[in-house]
Each structure stands twice: as C-alpha cells, then as structure tokens.
T-cell receptor, first 109, second 112 residues
C-alpha cells in the first residue's frame, strides 16, 4: 500500500461545479503540500499546511491530522483549473517528500 | 525574476555516457531537491540538500550523484546512465525544508 493515496484518480466536472480531491496518508507527517501540474509539465505549489485550513482565491485546502486526511476544494471550477493535482507529505523531522500519484481534473465548459 | 532554471530541457543520450543536469536558483534558498516523474509512479525524490555541502538521499538515489558547492547550484550527475533512468526530472528549491517549494521547468531525459 502506498504511503500517500489520492482519490479520485480522474475527475471530470462541468464549469462552475464544486470540486473535492482527497489525500490520505499512513505515516506521521510534519506538513502536507498540494501541487498543481498543467499539461506541458510545469509544477506549481498551491498550499503547504500542517493543521487546519488555508484559502487562496477559489482554492481551499484542509487537513485533519488525527484522521490522516487532507482535501483540496475548488469552488466555481473553470476550464483553466484542468490539471493534475498532486498531494505530497513531509515525513517526521526530516525533509523528504513522498508524493501521491495525482488526480487528473478536467473541467468542461 | 525569481526562478529555478534547469539545463538542458531535453536530452537524448546513450547508455553509459556520463551527463550532468544543472539546476540553479536566484532566490537565495537554502533547500534544493531533485525529483523524477514517471508514468504510473508519479513524482519521487532523488536527493535533497539542506544547505551548502549538506546533501541527503531521497527515495530513489541509486545511479545518481549530487553536489552542493554553492548555494545557488545543485547539479544532478548520472555517471553511467541506463535506460531505466529515462524520465522527466524536476529540480526545486525553498527557503528552508519546511517551506513551499518552487519548481524548475523540468528536463526530459531519454537514455537509449
């Protein structure tokens, strides 16, 4: 079993829909990252969080340390949100990152 | 402009021919890291560096070497590349290991 599991693997939505992508992990962590990768490959960091909730524009990330679970929400989705969303965890006191396999989001107009 | 640069962006080479992929950042970041991305396996960490002269292994270090002689540069060295090192490679940096990371544009390497 992978240390970091994302669901769903693929997600298709209509423009304007509320999107939720989930990340579960099985190890102790000190922080969790959400990344976005558009077709063409570039990777952008969206959030880094170790507790609670963070919001940036239409994106919201939450984490529940006790349940070892994080969610990324996108409100009022738009075709430009189409990308692969990747969850990564920093384990314990070291600075290694372990990644989920990503969720491919397609938002249709 | 704050950025992480990688060179080359694309490289096709043959088995056994030593190569170096350069990574440079202009943000005075202490932490730098190398990842590879493969279909079905996702991103995996190769090596990371907390500061000059401080490096440590990630999850897939075999077949790779790194050095951190200057704060801004973190080259990835493949001394004897093999076809299983064909991959998309990303370099990243951050202010510290505990901060968000900035990624380079990627280097697509093919080893025949």
């Amino acid at each position: 079993k992978n240390e970091v599991e994302q669901s769903p693997q693929n997600l298709t939505a209509q423009e304007g829909e509320f999107i939720t992508i989930n990340c579960s992990y099985s190890v102790g962590i000190s922080a969790l990252h959400w990344l976005q990768q558009h077709p063409g490959g570039g990777i952008v960091s969206l959030f880094m969080l170790s507790s609670g909730k963070k919001k940036h524009g239409r994106l919201i990330a939450t984490i529940n340390i006790q349940e070892k679970h994080s969610s990324l929400h996108i409100t009022a989705s738009h075709p430009r949100d189409s990308a692969v969303y990747i969850c990564a965890v920093r384990r314990g006191s070291n600075y290694k990152l372990t990644f989920g396999k990503g969720t491919l989001l397609t938002v249709n107009p | 402009e704050a950025q992480v640069t990688q060179n080359p962006r694309y490289l096709i080479t043959v088995t056994g021919k030593k190569l170096t992929v350069t990574c440079s950042q202009n943000m005075n970041h202490e932490y730098m890291s190398w990842y590879r991305q493969d279909p079905g396996l996702g991103l995996r960490q190769i090596y990371y560096s907390m500061n000059v002269e401080v490096t440590d292994k990630g999850d897939v270090p075999e077949g790779y070497k790194v050095s951190r002689k200057e704060k801004r540069n973190f080259p990835l060295i493949l001394e004897s590349p093999s076809p299983n090192q064909t991959s998309l490679y990303f370099c990243a940096s951050s202010l510290s290991g505990a901060r968000e990371q900035y990624f380079g544009p990627g280097t697509r390497l093919t080893v025949t």
